[in-house]
């Protein structure tokens, strides 16, 4: 009996045998793979957008995902997982999977001191266009009538940040003004029409 079961078992490993060498020669060839093969590379998780995001918005919960980086690859003033968005507003427009870092944000530190970061909406999306954050513009209120110049409501100041437009029609810009320039401004914009003009580079 035992005789027959090993003359079978022979049997059926010459009848196998290319079967089984190739079986052989394939786990030969992975285990010297994965003996010859790099660890994996380390890598940290990071906060990334989940979709496009407009500037000028506070991200949600659904707006943010966590994204694992290669450690060597992860961009300086990233933001870790965790990190409390709700009193961040975005400076600039912001694609899906991008990492967040702190540069993307508007900050206290951003404003200068004894100024305020105040959204003005233009009328004109197209002079917006012409824009960048660091720029200084004048500020004018248009007149209503044909024969009366423009009132100039504020010199030279800042832009800190162009968010994405939202609608269809005009563009918001955040600048840097005095409370007293915020308050012209607002008493303006709800009479009359405003339109800018970029100072001279000075520096």
Request: avoid cysteine; charge should be positive.
């Amino acid at each position: 009996m035992t005789n027959s079961f090993l003359h079978d078992l022979v049997r059926a490993a010459r009848w196998h045998r290319r079967l089984l060498a190739g079986l052989f020669a394939a786990a030969a060839v992975y285990f010297a793979l994965v003996a010859v093969s790099p660890p994996p590379a380390a890598s940290t998780p990071v906060l990334a957008a989940a979709r496009d995001l407009p500037g000028g918005l506070t991200p949600a919960a659904g707006d943010i995902r966590t994204l694992r980086l290669p450690t060597s690859t992860v961009p300086a003033g990233v933001l870790p997982p965790g990190t409390d968005l709700s009193h961040r507003v975005l400076a600039t427009a912001v694609r899906s999977g991008e990492p967040l870092t702190d540069a993307r944000f508007l900050t206290p530190t951003a404003v200068p001191p004894g100024l305020l970061a105040y959204p003005l909406r233009l009328d004109d999306a197209d002079i917006a266009a012409l824009l960048r954050p660091g720029d200084r513009i004048d500020l004018y209120a248009a007149s209503a009538t044909a024969d009366a110049s423009a009132t100039r409501l504020a010199e030279a100041v800042p832009i800190l940040a162009l968010p994405a437009p939202t609608r269809s029609t005009g563009a918001l810009v955040v600048l840097a003004a005095s409370p007293g320039t915020a308050a012209r401004l607002a008493q303006a914009s709800a009479n009359t029409r405003l339109t800018v003009a970029l100072t001279p580079d000075t520096s």
